[in-house]
């Protein structure tokens, strides 16, 4: 399929040039009015920007109709037509669906373009695009400052237009990420894929508990299956002087939580599997009783979005009640933070930025959030 753009002073002399450049078959797409020229915003040019399309192979030059005499058709092709029937029925639904596909690029593309857009706001934007942020949240945010700038009649700069957007992302979360208490139940739950993080982030918490909380604090660990994984932990422990059990079945975990049902607050190590499976998933929860449970999942922000989601998704059936993103320090990119709340509806209960223990862990709000994203340093 070909698809071009016009630009003409009025929509007939741009429906002139599309017939004579692609022909009558040709489709519209989308139109729009778009002003160029001008001086300091003065005395732009209306225009009419059209974008047309059209099927290469969709036009047929007629051919002559033979004498009705002279027309022979045989069995084997009239059985032939139901099948080219079908053929034409699917080809056409197929140019339908790809026909839908590209009006809803454009349209997204048109509505995202900053090209029209006035100067002063755009910088929040940008900086929302290059965090990554979701191209529904951008054209909310756009739309909500296009509309303060009307009413202050264009009198802003780059800094107020900041103000605003931070104002927007904080009135964004805040409903979802409003501050819990971060140890509401006895039993704290890590879980999460392989390679997040999630032993240092435990150890981190803990030492939270240990040194300002003063809680009576223990560890349960079911990482039987990465290399140190058990060692890695009984070092932590032994630094903050708290007390580790190994739990290879469920049978163990039980014990283990009997064990240590008089202390304050018990942190249960899992381990690193690839929760993208869901049988994986299931092992997990033949394993432990997450309903007694606070439990956190952990992902890293050095991950790919979709690969976020699909284990998100993963634990829906499991009684998840907060995100901890890992590893702020190693990308730049930070937008799935807040992508993740507003489509899980899920509170992140803390962000690590570095491998320090008890350091390099932040609690955040939903003003730090916005600062993450806006660029403020914390």
């Known amino acids: 399929m070909k698809v071009k753009k016009y630009t003409a002073a009025s929509m007939p002399e741009a429906m002139k040039k599309i017939r004579a ?4 078959q040709a489709v519209l797409l989308q139109s729009k009015t778009v002003y160029t020229g001008g001086f300091l915003g003065l005395f732009k040019k209306k225009l009419i920007e059209v974008v047309a399309a059209v099927d290469p192979n969709s036009y047929v030059v007629p051919q002559p109709k033979e004498p009705a005499a002279a027309v022979s058709v045989s069995k084997n092709s009239a ?17 339908l669906k790809e026909l839908k596909q590209l009006v809803q690029q454009f349209s997204k593309a048109d509505q995202l373009s900053l090209d029209t857009y006035p100067e002063e706001l755009k910088l929040p934007l940008l900086k929302m695009k290059k965090q990554e942020i979701t191209d529904e949240l951008i054209l909310e945010l756009k739309q909500v400052l296009f509309d303060k700038w009307k009413e202050v009649k264009g009198q802003v700069s780059e800094e107020m237009a900041t103000v605003w957007s931070r104002q927007w992302l904080i009135d964004k979360i805040k409903p979802i990420q409003e501050k819990q208490p ?30 300002e909380q003063k809680f009576k604090t223990a560890f349960i660990t079911t990482d039987t299956y990465r290399i140190a994984a058990i060692d890695q932990l009984k070092t932590y422990a032994d630094l903050l002087k708290v007390p580790v059990e190994v739990a290879y079945k469920s049978a163990d975990i039980k014990q283990a939580i009997e064990k240590f049902k008089d202390y304050d ?3 249960i190590d899992t381990a690193g599997r690839n929760y993208r499976e869901e049988q994986f998933v299931k092992e997990l929860k033949a394993m432990i009783p ?5 439990n956190y999942l952990v992902i890293a922000l050095t991950s790919k979005e979709e690969d976020m989601y699909e284990i998100i998704d993963q634990f829906a059936t499991v009684p998840v009640h907060q995100l901890i993103f890992t590893k702020m320090d190693e990308t730049t990119s930070r937008g799935s933070i807040v992508n993740a ?10 962000i690590t930025n570095g491998q320090n223990v008890p350091d390099d862990l932040i609690q955040p709000d939903a ?8 660029g403020e340093v914390l």
């Open 21 to 24: 450049e692609l022909g009558e």
């Open 79 to 95: 059985a032939s037509q139901p099948s080219h029937k079908k053929n034409s029925e699917e080809e056409l639904t197929k140019e």
């Open 182 to 211: 971060a140890y509401p139940k006895k039993f704290i739950n890590i879980i999460g894929p392989t390679g997040v993080g999630k032993t240092t982030t435990l150890a981190k918490m803990a030492a939270g508990s240990v040194l």
């Open 265 to 267: 607050i018990v942190y």
């Open 290 to 294: 997450f309903e007694r449970m606070k």
């Open 341 to 350: 709340i507003c489509r899980y509806r899920k509170s992140i209960a803390f």
């Open 367 to 374: 003003e730090k959030i916005a600062d993450i994203i806006l």
